[in-house]
T-cell receptor, first 115, second 111 residues
Framework: QQQVKQSPQSLIVQKGGISIINCAYE??????FPWYQQFPGKGPALLIA?????SEKKEGRFTISFNKSAKQFSLHIMDSQPGDSATYFC??????????????FGQGTILTVHP | EPEVTQTPSHQVTQMGQEVILRCVPI?????FYWYRQILGQKVEFLVS????????KSEIFDDQFSVERPDGSNFTLKIRSTKLEDSAMYFC?????????FGPGTRLTVL
């Protein structure tokens, strides 16, 4: 029940294309859903995050779509650039209590954007 | 811009030895975490720390692991007797208003 399932495992898109990464969760106590971007040899960097009271959040070229009833959320990268090539992780954590901030990560998606 | 820092960047140790991984969280953050990432795998939660005590720990965080905040700035993870399977990247993170920021990690290699 604690798992976050992420797909696809890897994704190749052309420059200017749209990259879409999907995640699904089971734990209804999850209340915060961030996406992290990780470059080789670096720590995960917070990209964008959403709470379940909204269905979509957009920041620049990055958009999270959230479907609470289906317990699914996705990251859309518009106008993908070679510099976006990285590993992307979805994550989720509960609202509070002793598990506050305890992130459960998806398996990661290796995105390659070809010039 | 404030950031989480970690030292060392790479630690090589012999099986059975003790290691201490160090972190300096962002100064006004109150919640601290350790995660690990085995090569090519997802990031896994180890332990959370608030108000000078452990809030929650995973099943990975057994008696060989301990955390400490010895002063107002440092946050350490100690592995008492390292095993080969402890080889991984270890990330420290700190949190404010739900936003969790990760350090660059320490690569631990156990030989």
């Amino acid at each position: 029940q604690q798992q976050v399932k992420q797909s696809p495992q890897s994704l190749i898109v052309q420059k200017g294309g749209i990259s879409i990464i999907n995640c699904a969760y089971e734990n209804t106590a999850f209340d915060y859903f961030p996406w992290y971007q990780q470059f080789p040899g670096k720590g995960p960097a917070l990209l964008i995050a959403i709470r379940p009271d909204v269905s979509e959040k957009k920041e620049g070229r990055f958009t999270i779509s959230f479907n609470k009833s289906a317990k699914q959320f996705s990251l859309h990268i518009m106008d993908s650039q070679p510099g976006d090539s990285a590993t992307y992780f979805c994550a989720a954590n509960p609202a509070g209590g002793t598990s506050y901030g305890k992130l459960t990560f998806g398996q990661g998606t290796i995105l390659t954007v070809h010039p | 811009e404030p950031e989480v820092t970690q030292t060392p960047s790479h630690q090589v140790t012999q099986m059975g030895q003790e290691v201490i991984l160090r972190c300096v969280p962002i100064s006004n953050h109150l919640y601290f975490y350790w995660y690990r990432q085995i090569l090519g795998q997802k990031v896994e939660f180890l332990v959370s720390f608030y108000n000078n005590e452990i809030s929650e720990k995973s099943e990975i965080f057994d008696d060989q692991f301990s955390v400490e905040r010895p002063d107002g700035s440092n946050f350490t993870l100690k592995i008492r007797s390292t095993k080969l399977e402890d080889s991984a990247m270890y990330f420290c993170a700190s949190l404010l208003y739900n936003e969790q920021f990760f350090g660059p990690g320490t690569r631990l290699t156990v030989l």
